[in-house]
């Protein structure tokens, strides 16, 4: 028994974070700033749809480690490619980006229309 122990203390590093515990990467605004207002809204709802989505994949392989570990002493999850982080920091980046880049140009495109 003491070695499944030290088995899953040494694997558990390797568990799947919550979705909540992955921060942003940077994403710079500028990189939407081709976009009009209506433009850059769509795109931030359809990124915000992903990023809902990664959050629930990234969750679930979160859930699916706790119990592969509990049980079988390894992160099934994570070993079979559950483990969306690097995609949900990415999208969180944009989402970021993204509102930033809504407030700018849809406040310079009402501006503009004053």
Do not use: H, W
């Not at 003491?2 to 568990?15: D, E, M, Y």
């Not at 939407?32 to 749809?49: Q, V």
């Amino acid at each position: 028994m003491f070695p499944a122990v030290l088995i899953a203390l040494t694997l558990l590093p390797s568990c799947a974070s919550r979705a909540n515990g992955i921060a942003p990467l940077a994403v710079d605004a500028s990189e939407y700033y081709d976009l009009n207002c209506s433009e850059a809204r769509s795109e931030l709802a359809t990124t915000r749809e992903r990023e809902a989505s990664l959050a629930r994949q990234q969750n679930n392989a979160a859930t699916g480690d706790a119990v592969g570990v509990f049980l079988l002493a390894i992160p099934a999850s994570s070993l079979l490619g559950g483990d969306v982080a690097g995609e949900l920091a990415l999208a969180k980046g944009q989402v970021r980006a993204l509102e930033t880049a809504v407030r700018q140009k849809c406040r310079a495109e009402a501006q503009m229309a004053e």
